[in-house]
């Protein structure tokens, strides 16, 4: 995954909308938030008829431009991270919430659970719970060895080789939500089918070796905490060719039709949006992590109608909800995240 080195946490500014995208200003932004997946899926479908008639989405006014700027900033606290080399906590353990919360909620992951701190933090804070995150770069929460490549942009001494930084950090991390006793697991990752290795035999990761990985992590670590579990599957991939989506729009601040939907997606910011076909990767692993889940009585929770319509030629717009929804090209602009929390929240045990 890529992980940009410095990241900084900010209020983005809010995008003017079309068609029948509501406007949210950077005063009311946070408040802003949607209720229903089919709220979602109506922006969505605005926008696909738009482009079906020819019409080209616009963000080419002064507001969506420095908006547009605004989003490479966007990201939870970078200090909740653990680096690619870090081995021991507290590196990528942040503590937050409410104080004295009655019971505990704990996020296990790598930077693609780290992406979802702020609408969990918001939720510890409503339900007087204390919420404690364990996120690690690059080091998802499935029992298997890893290695880095070169599109992760971990130092080169770490790269195709194990991960043994990740394995080490994660069994500290385990141990101390053990030790924590939470109410409720939330874990999520990005998982890539080429830099799985299988422990102890280091061979290759087959669907078969995935969910028997993702078991032994529920049956073997997290079950034992006594706690109700909860997975995110991984969010879509956003990148337009090198580029990120804000960075797409920078450069050509609109929407255009795509003549062949179905086809070769150009490497370019010709179109500045991607199409769900080609934002789901990994199809096969997501759905044998998925079945380990499931089997283990764990609720899951699939966001990509959050961010897609995943019909065969649906897309990913680049704005939602007047924002920004990625920040680089494989993490969740936080303020599009907080937008989200009443949908993740009903995944959530009661309080």
């Known amino acids: 995954m890529k992980l940009i080195s410095k990241i900084a946490h900010s209020t983005a500014v809010t995008l003017l909308a079309v068609g029948s995208i509501t406007s949210v200003s950077a005063a009311t932004e946070s408040s802003h938030v949607f209720t229903a997946t089919t709220d979602i899926q109506t922006q969505i479908l605005s926008i696909e008829a738009q482009l079906a008639k020819g ?4 963000y080419s006014d002064s507001a ?6 605004a ?5 939870p606290p970078s200090s909740c991270l653990a680096n690619y080399t870090d081995t021991s906590l507290p590196m990528g353990k942040c503590t937050q919430g409410a104080t004295g919360g009655s ?3 704990v996020l296990l992951g790598d930077s693609h659970a780290w992406q979802w701190i702020g609408p969990l933090n918001s939720l510890a804070k409503a339900r007087n719970w204390k919420f404690v995150s364990f996120a690690k770069a690059s080091c998802p929460d499935v029992n298997a060895i890893f290695t880095l490549t070169s599109t992760q942009r971990a130092p080169s001494s770490l790269l195709n080789r194990p991960y043994v930084a990740c394995a080490t950090w994660r069994d500290q991390a385990l141990a101390a939500i053990r030790a924590l006793k939470p109410y409720v697991i939330v874990m ?3 998982y890539r089918a080429e830099t799985m290795y299988t422990w102890p035999a280091k061979t290759p990761i ?3 070796a995935a969910e028997s990985a993702m078991q032994t992590t529920l049956k073997g670590y997290l079950t034992g905490a006594g706690a109700r579990l909860v997975n995110i599957a991984d969010t879509p991939y956003e990148g337009i060719g090198s580029l990120t989506p804000a ?3 920078s450069r050509n601040p609109r929407l255009t039709p795509n003549p062949n939907p179905r086809g070769v997606w150009p490497h370019d910011y010709t179109y500045c949006y991607r199409p769900y076909l080609y934002d789901n990767p990994y199809p096969a692993i997501r759905s044998a992590l998925s079945a380990a889940a499931t089997t283990s009585g764990v609720t899951l929770v699939d966001p990509a109608k959050w961010f897609c319509d995943t019909g065969t030629e649906g897309i990913c717009p680049p704005i939602l909800g007047g924002v920004v929804t990625f920040t680089d090209a494989a993490h969740i602009a936080n303020s599009y995240a ?6 993740l929240g009903a995944y959530l045990p009661a309080s």
């Open 71 to 75: 989003a490479a900033a966007d990201h």
């Open 247 to 249: 960075e797409c729009l």
């Open 338 to 343: 907080l937008q989200l929390a009443p949908l």
């Open 206 to 208: 087959t669907d078969a």
């Open 103 to 105: 019971k505990t909620m």
């Open 64 to 69: 969506s431009l420095r908006a547009i700027a």
């Open 55 to 58: 019409t080209t989405v616009n």
């Open 188 to 190: 999520s990752g990005e």
